[in-house]
């Protein structure tokens, strides 16, 4: 749900990075974090476990270009990718405005992807939310590692309804930006009702 | 189906929340009051907020909300309206309103507890009526004038910097 501010002309809008354990979630978080300018970004906060993995969410605040006037700040959540904080997981697509799908393209990861959808999937309907109403795209992240799956053969299981696509190498940089702005333009779309 | 109700806070109703909570602010004696979504962000704030990374504190706020809620409903409660932070020095009250606004106070030893919590119910009804009078302006104004506005090339160039 965006948050459109005409007294201080600010539209907030909350975008959540979802997927499978150690699919790079986090890691698209912290190369934004690095890369952005530091007047457009706020502090990136982290809930994490002792072993640096996600315990509840991180969280980033960016600023981008302006639109009528109104200042344009995205609110970039992950949720924790392992199994058993499910509970957790649910709480941060609350009144979401877009989702990043990151899909692991490691063969290993295969079956883990299309649960991970399965529960993105189920837990939307908890709230009572489509995903084919939300603005979802999926990014094929670690195209640069051995032994990865079949983009084509991934999205014919994943995709069913043809959510853009990005391929990226996160750890790398490669595709971050492009994910980014790729969700960015469809959640703003939306909020013109295209 | 997924809720395209956004929420939109129009001048004369941030205007009367900003009433509401800077006196709030000087009856309660406490240092900062921000009015929260449960999405985690900031609608109104009032007082001193100098090295305070407001966004990051809302957000780790929505997310104890949240958690709260989810613990709640786990031991058959709807919610715990209340969550009280004590430190040495700072102390922080929050308050879920009603289904979308929390609201948060930052007070020192220089007030007490009570004083902020009774404080805090005073203010309900007001900010309430305020919100309800926002659903309705919600309603039948649009942000049409606003976004229809938006061109394809506005889209664009949002990473333009």
């Known amino acids: 749900m965006p948050l459109i501010n005409y007294a201080s002309r600010v539209i907030n809008l909350k975008i959540v990075y979802y997927g499978p354990g150690l699919c790079g979630k986090t890691t698209n978080l912290q190369y934004i974090f690095d890369k952005t300018d530091q007047q457009r970004k706020g502090s990136l906060v982290s809930l994490a476990t002792e072993a640096d993995r996600t315990l509840f969410f991180d969280f980033l605040p960016i600023e981008v270009a302006q639109i009528n006037g109104f200042q344009t700040k995205l609110h970039l959540y992950t949720v924790p990718g392992q199994v058993f904080y499910n509970a957790s997981r649910k709480l941060i697509l609350k009144e979401v405005d877009g989702i990043v799908f990151v899909a692991d393209l490691q063969v290993a990861r295969f079956e883990a992807n299309l649960e991970s959808m399965d529960n993105l999937i189920e837990n939307l309907e908890e709230y009572g939310y489509d995903i084919k109403e939300i603005p979802t795209i999926i990014q094929y992240n670690k195209i640069d590692l051995p032994n990865i799956a079949s983009i084509t053969e991934l999205d014919k299981e994943m995709n069913p309804y043809n959510f853009p696509v990005f391929k990226a190498s996160a750890a790398n940089g490669q595709g971050v930006f492009e994910t980014l702005k790729g969700i960015a333009k469809l959640v703003v779309k939306r909020l013109q009702g295209k | ?161």
């Not at chain 2, 001048?11 to 985690?40: A, M, P, T």
């Not at chain 2, 613990?71 to 409660?77: D, M, N, P, R």
């Open chain 2, 1 to 161: 189906m997924y809720n395209k109700t956004d929420l939109i806070l129009y001048d004369e109703e941030y205007q009367r929340f900003k009433e509401v909570i800077d006196n709030f602010l000087l009856i309660s004696g406490s240092k900062y009051v921000f009015l929260l979504s449960k999405s985690g962000q900031v609608l109104v704030e009032s007082g001193q907020t100098e090295h305070l990374d407001v966004t990051s504190l809302a957000s780790l706020i929505a997310g104890s909300v949240a958690a709260t809620i989810g613990l709640a409903k786990i031991v058959g409660e709807s919610e715990f309206s209340v969550l009280f932070h004590e430190g040495e020095s700072s102390n922080i009250y929050i308050s879920l309103l009603n289904e979308r606004l929390i609201l948060v106070v930052l007070f020192s030893k220089t007030t007490s507890l009570g004083l902020v919590r009774l404080k805090v119910k005073t203010i309900q009804p007001s900010i309430q009526a305020i919100y309800q009078n926002l659903l309705k302006k919600m309603e039948t104004h649009t942000s049409q004038s606003l976004l229809e506005n938006i061109s394809d090339d506005d889209i664009d160039k949002l990473f333009d910097f």
